[in-house]
């Protein structure tokens, strides 16, 4: 079964600063999609990034850009230029096929004025 | 905005009793999820649906049904609840063919509250 661990549970920057957030996932499959949700004190769970398995370039959307280890299983999340409005959950997550999204437990992240 | 719709976005119960929550896909998405997220916890998948049709199942309890309708919306019925049934439940789409994966979209969740 596929699994997604995010070994940090909260994090603290101050405002402008860049930060990482880390992700690790295990399959036995070579093909496949990751992607990173952010859910603010609103709840809502909003889409941040996406990477194909099948691709070596990083994905990068404005501030945000992942490191994507493939090897490693690695998929970790950068945030540069930090803004107040970064502030929130953070979930790693991996979907395969036609299977289900499968989440990590969520990274606590505040960006400190 | 999703696109995807759920409601209600709030609701107040009392333990034992039954509800239903509602969800209203992206227009031509096909794929249904519902997914449980209790407090400050990361989100459970609970269940999915193809076309009308049930493809996996999570940890969804026996008291809990779901079905996805020809027009393509979906109902989750939670019955005989319970205080530990209290949680936000998303409802996510994804316009997906067999055997391609892509992102979902979330609704903005229902919030239950089994008092």
């Known amino acids: 079964a596929q699994t997604v661990t995010q070994s940090q549970p909260e994090m603290s920057v101050q405002e402008a600063e860049t930060v990482t957030l880390s992700c690790t996932y295990d399959?036995?499959?070579?093909?496949?999609?990751l992607f990173w949700y952010k859910q603010p004190p609103s709840r809502q769970m909003i889409l941040v990034i996406r990477?194909?398995?099948?691709?070596?370039q990083n994905a990068t959307e404005n501030r945000f850009s992942v490191n994507f280890q493939k090897a490693a299983k690695s998929f970790s999340l950068k945030i540069s230029d930090s803004q107040l409005g970064d502030t929130a959950m953070y979930f790693c997550?991996?979907?395969?096929?036609?299977?289900?999204?499968?989440f990590g437990q969520g990274t606590r992240l505040t960006i400190n004025p | 905005d999703s696109g995807v719709t759920q409601t209600p976005k709030h609701l107040i119960t009392a333990t034992g009793q039954r509800v239903t929550l509602r969800c209203s896909p992206r227009s031509g998405d096909l794929s249904v999820y519902w997914y449980q997220q209790s407090l400050d916890q990361g989100l459970q998948f609970l269940i999915h649906y193809y076309n009308g049709e049930e493809r996996a199942k999570g940890n969804i309890l026996e008291r809990f049904s779901a079905q996805q309708f020809p027009d393509l919306h979906s109902e989750l019925n939670l019955s005989s609840l319970e205080l530990g049934d209290s949680a936000l439940y998303f409802c996510?789409?994804?316009?997906?063919?067999?055997?391609?994966?892509?992102?979902?979209?979330f609704g903005e969740g229902s919030r239950l509250t089994v008092l």
């Open positions: 399959t036995s499959e070579n093909n496949y999609y």
């Open positions: 997550a991996f979907i395969q096929g036609a299977q289900k999204l499968v």
């Open positions: 996510a789409s994804s316009h997906r063919t067999e055997g391609r994966a892509g992102e979902l979209f």
């Open positions: 990477q194909e398995a099948y691709k070596q």
